[in-house]
């Protein structure tokens, strides 16, 4: 049994939110909390749904009818990153440490260890190199934002005392940008938050009829590359076209032309619940982004609710029930499909193979064991007592 501790989870970001960083995030904080450990949750003064009664959700405050809950930067954030600053900066004196996700909250959390002495765990989602120019448009703001990326990929990730890397593909990525003590943990679900999907409810919700649906949830960002999915799905006129995201969809809705109206539905829902449903009422899920150094937590949800995925070998992930095609390429992601469709047999194994993983293998419960040996690790190091004069974890662990 391990002391407990008090864990501040910091994240730049508006919470709670079904999108995947959130619930990465709140999946963790949960888990942590049920454990008995203190956790207080950091982020952006707005959110949509129920907060976990275990978390402490502290959140900074925001501009009056300010409510972005797109992923990338906009002129607000940076006024919002100095007050999450100036809240750790608060929190971190009676804290044991701060676990910061992404760039923004790492950077801010830095400036409390400045001030307090307080160690920073920190988090990898994703690289800015492969993200952030993709924001842009315009080629001049593209080239900065390429320069800009590469810039804090290299500063950010490698000051903090210990480096979570949320996927095997990113612990060499973190390795090679000089960061110290990197454990790979990859995300879990809670089991809970899958149980009680209605296949039939959501079907005759959408009037989905007795077509082979492909379904993508999730937010509708560049990087995600869903002009992919669409142009493939476009490809064959027995498949159907299901996204569901809590922004707006509008920009594949004018991709998807060729795709008549009886094969496609762009849906918008901020809800769990309705979600969980329109997922279970498809029957093979999308996952189309050709980089990603993190890991799509829609893959954990997809297999745990039963759905075969076709991902690009950019997405995978070492997981059962899915089948991998090359990036960047919509006749082989067609093709997968295609092959999942005319085969019940396959789908229905692969279903099955992708939900028993997830439950065997995935769980929050499982992964916040292998967080709290690193929290060990970290504070009885003895760069953390030479540097902290009081520190408040005290002990070891405790059989």
């Given at each position: 049994?391990?002391?407990?501790?008090?864990?501040?989870?910091?994240?730049?970001?508006?919470?709670?939110?079904?999108?995947?960083?959130?619930?990465?995030?709140?999946?963790?904080?949960?888990?942590?909390?049920?454990?008995?450990?203190?956790?207080?949750?950091?982020?952006?003064?707005?959110?949509?749904?129920?907060?976990?009664?275990?978390?402490?959700?502290?959140?900074?405050?925001?501009?009056?009818?300010?409510?972005?809950?797109?992923?990338?930067?906009?002129?607000?954030?940076?006024?919002?990153?100095?007050?999450?600053?100036?809240?750790?900066?608060?929190?971190?004196?009676?804290?044991?440490?701060?676990?910061?996700?992404?760039?923004?909250?790492?950077?801010?959390?830095?400036?409390?260890?400045r001030m307090t002495g307080i160690p920073v765990v920190y988090n990898n989602h994703n690289t800015l190199s492969e993200e952030l120019h993709r924001y842009f448009e315009n080629p001049?703001?593209?080239?900065?934002?390429?320069?800009?990326?590469?810039?804090?990929?290299?500063?950010?990730?490698?000051?903090?005392?210990?480096?979570?890397?949320?996927?095997?593909?990113?612990?060499?990525?973190?390795?090679?940008?000089?960061?110290?003590?990197?454990?790979?943990?990859?995300?879990?679900?809670?089991?809970?938050?899958?149980?009680?999907?209605?296949?039939?409810?959501?079907?005759?919700?959408?009037?989905?009829?007795?077509?082979?649906?492909?379904?993508?949830?999730?937010?509708?960002?560049?990087?995600?590359?869903?002009?992919?999915?669409?142009?493939?799905?476009?490809?064959?006129?027995?498949?159907?076209?299901?996204?569901?995201?809590?922004?707006?969809?509008?920009?594949?809705?004018?991709?998807?032309?060729?795709?008549?109206?009886?094969?496609?539905?762009?849906?918008?829902?901020?809800?769990?619940?309705?979600?969980?449903?329109?997922?279970?009422?498809?029957?093979?899920?999308?996952?189309?982004?050709?980089?990603?150094?993190?890991?799509?937590?829609?893959?954990?949800?997809?297999?745990?609710?039963?759905?075969?995925?076709?991902?690009?070998?950019?997405?995978?992930?070492?997981?059962?029930?899915?089948?991998?095609?090359?990036?960047?390429?919509?006749?082989?992601?067609?093709?997968?499909?295609?092959?999942?469709?005319?085969?019940?047999?396959?789908?229905?194994?692969?279903?099955?193979?992708?939900?028993?993983?997830?439950?065997?293998?995935?769980?929050?419960?499982?992964?916040?064991?292998?967080?709290?040996?690193?929290?060990?690790?970290?504070?009885?190091?003895?760069?953390?007592?030479?540097?902290?004069?009081?520190?408040?974890?005290?002990?070891?662990?405790?059989?």
């Amino acid at each position: 049994m391990m002391e407990r501790m008090h864990i501040v989870q910091a994240a730049a970001f508006p919470f709670p939110s079904r999108q995947g960083s959130q619930v990465y995030v709140g999946g963790m904080a949960s888990a942590l909390a049920r454990r008995g450990h203190r956790v207080t949750l950091v982020c952006y003064g707005y959110g949509d749904g129920e907060v976990e009664p275990n978390i402490d959700l502290r959140c900074v405050p925001v501009p009056k009818n300010y409510r972005n809950f797109r992923a990338g930067p906009d002129w607000v954030k940076p006024l919002l990153d100095v007050r999450l600053a100036s809240m750790l900066c608060r929190l971190a004196p009676e804290a044991d440490l701060i676990h910061a996700h992404n760039y923004e909250a790492p950077i801010a959390a830095y400036v409390a260890r400045r001030m307090t002495g307080i160690p920073v765990v920190y988090n990898n989602h994703n690289t800015l190199s492969e993200e952030l120019h993709r924001y842009f448009e315009n080629p001049a703001l593209r080239g900065a934002a390429k320069v800009a990326g590469w810039a804090l990929d290299h500063t950010v990730p490698r000051r903090a005392d210990a480096c979570v890397a949320i996927s095997q593909r990113a612990k060499p990525i973190l390795d090679g940008l000089g960061c110290q003590n990197v454990r790979t943990i990859p995300p879990g679900v809670d089991w809970s938050d899958l149980v009680g999907a209605n296949r039939a409810r959501g079907r005759a919700s959408l009037e989905l009829g007795e077509r082979v649906w492909v379904v993508y949830a999730g937010n509708p960002d560049a990087y995600q590359d869903l002009d992919v999915l669409v142009d493939a799905v476009a490809m064959d006129e027995r498949l159907g076209l299901l996204m569901v995201s809590a922004a707006s969809l509008k920009e594949f809705e004018e991709r998807a032309h060729r795709i008549p109206p009886s094969r496609k539905r762009f849906v918008r829902s901020n809800s769990w619940i309705e979600t969980r449903d329109y997922l279970a009422a498809g029957d093979i899920a999308g996952l189309p982004r050709a980089v990603c150094s993190g890991f799509p937590i829609k893959l954990l949800n997809n297999l745990g609710l039963g759905l075969p995925t076709v991902c690009a070998e950019g997405s995978a992930q070492p997981v059962e029930g899915t089948l991998i095609v090359p990036n960047h390429d919509p006749q082989a992601f067609h093709a997968a499909l295609r092959r999942l469709a005319d085969d019940v047999e396959l789908r229905t194994h692969l279903a099955k193979k992708g939900q028993d993983f997830v439950r065997s293998h995935c769980t929050w419960d499982a992964r916040a064991g292998e967080l709290e040996r690193l929290y060990a690790d970290l504070l009885c190091s003895p760069s953390h007592r030479s540097r902290r004069s009081l520190p408040r974890f005290r002990s070891q662990l405790r059989a």
